[in-house]
């Protein structure tokens, strides 16, 4: 029942949102504006974004190194099956399922690769927010219009990046400090269920051990740097493709409004991205609701498509399939929310021994 429930919601969120999406586009101009499209311009934006998944995957091979040097093609099957499964389910499963995935075909602790995708998710924000920064020091161009609210909203989500840093540091590195935890736990959870959970804690502790080194931090904060950058050009380049012009440090600020979209847990997105890039083109740049929703649509499918496409093919090649990924999901998500569930477990176990 609770899985209708959630499945039940996500679907009305992901009509709702094409609802405002679609309400005032005129069908017929979107299909001229998807035919007049440049298609050289397009091309090169799917290249564009191919090469964000190298980036991805070194960046994760950086975080990954004080756990354990791994080679680049794992790291990059796991990143590539992550945001397929991103896309096809719902609740951004794929952030479980790559490093479920990388301990499958590694022997890499999961729990501490998950810890390295936090991290990661952390970096996007402060990468997102340093570029936003660049944008708002730049002169504004003629044409471009103010939307109300979203630089303190900025300045909301960059003190809890800071905050969220700060936390990661101190915990980086310090599975010892579970030890004294177990202890406590033993004394009101069965030996088994306390275990699990320090076990689970440890691992998770060795994951965020990059927090504790100058250096990788800079090369994974510069690579997040490159890669929003890149996910801007991306947005840039398919904005021209359909007539929408604006700078390219613009591309900046429309990052933030899509990190917000996709924020919803719609499989891919799908509603949320391109509620949030028609909002922002038609607002800030004066674009037309055709165009906007035209834009829109092939900006999701040159986001998404392509990997989800290369992925299929991974998932293929090693026998999984979208089922199976979503019972993985299903599962790791029930282990992290089911911690009293163990207890509960243990506590049975125990008195039928």
């Known amino acids: 029942m609770r899985l209708t429930r959630h499945s039940a919601l996500v679907a009305l969120a992901t009509l709702v949102l094409l609802y405002f999406f679609f309400r005032q586009a005129d069908l017929g101009g979107v299909w001229r504006a998807l035919l007049g499209a440049h298609p050289g311009l397009l091309a090169l934006a799917v290249a564009v ?4 998944y190298i980036v991805r ?67 996007d924000l402060v990468a997102v927010l340093v570029l936003f920064v660049i944008w708002r020091v730049l002169p504004v161009p003629a044409g471009t219009h103010e939307i109300e609210g979203v ?9 809890m990046a800071v905050a969220a840093l700060a936390v990661t540091f101190l915990l980086a590195g310090h599975s010892e400090r579970m030890e004294p935890l177990a202890t406590r736990l033993a ?5 088994r269920a306390a275990t699990a959970i320090v076990g689970f804690m440890q691992k ?19 690579l997040s740097l490159v890669l929003w950058a890149s996910i801007g050009l991306t947005t840039w380049l398919t904005s021209r493709a359909f007539d929408i012009t ?5 591309s900046f600020l429309l990052s933030l409004f899509l990190v917000v979209g996709v924020a919803v847990p719609t499989p891919g997105g799908v509603g ?47 026998g999984l399939s979208i089922q199976r990924a979503r019972e993985e999901s299903a599962q790791i998500r029930a282990e992290g929310k089911g911690q009293r569930a163990k207890a509960d477990i243990g506590e049975r176990e125990e008195g039928q021994g």
Do not use: K, N
Not at 246 to 250: L, S
């Open 246 to 250: 604006f700078p390219y440090a613009a």
């Open 272 to 318: 949320g991205f391109h509620a949030a890039y028609s909002f922002a083109v038609t607002r800030l740049f004066d674009a037309t609701g055709e165009q906007a929703v035209a834009c829109a649509i092939v900006l999701h499918a040159v986001s998404f498509v392509p990997v989800t496409l290369v992925g299929l093919v991974i998932m293929a090649r090693a």
């Open 57 to 123: 995957t070194w960046r994760w091979q950086i975080l990954l190194a004080p756990i354990t040097p791994l080679p680049f093609t794992p790291v990059f099957r796991a990143t590539v099956v992550g945001f397929t499964t991103s896309f096809l389910l719902p609740a951004r499963a794929g952030e479980l399922i790559r490093p479920w995935m990388l301990s499958r075909e590694t022997g890499v602790s999961a729990s501490a690769a998950f810890a390295t995708v936090i991290v990661e998710r952390l970096f």
């Open 151 to 159: 630089t303190p909203a900025a300045v909301l989500a960059g003190v």
């Open 187 to 191: 004394r009101v959870l069965p030996a």
């Open 49 to 52: 974004t191919a090469q964000t």
């Open 204 to 222: 998770f502790a060795r994951g965020l051990a990059i927090m504790r080194r100058p250096g990788p931090i800079v090369a994974s904060l510069g």
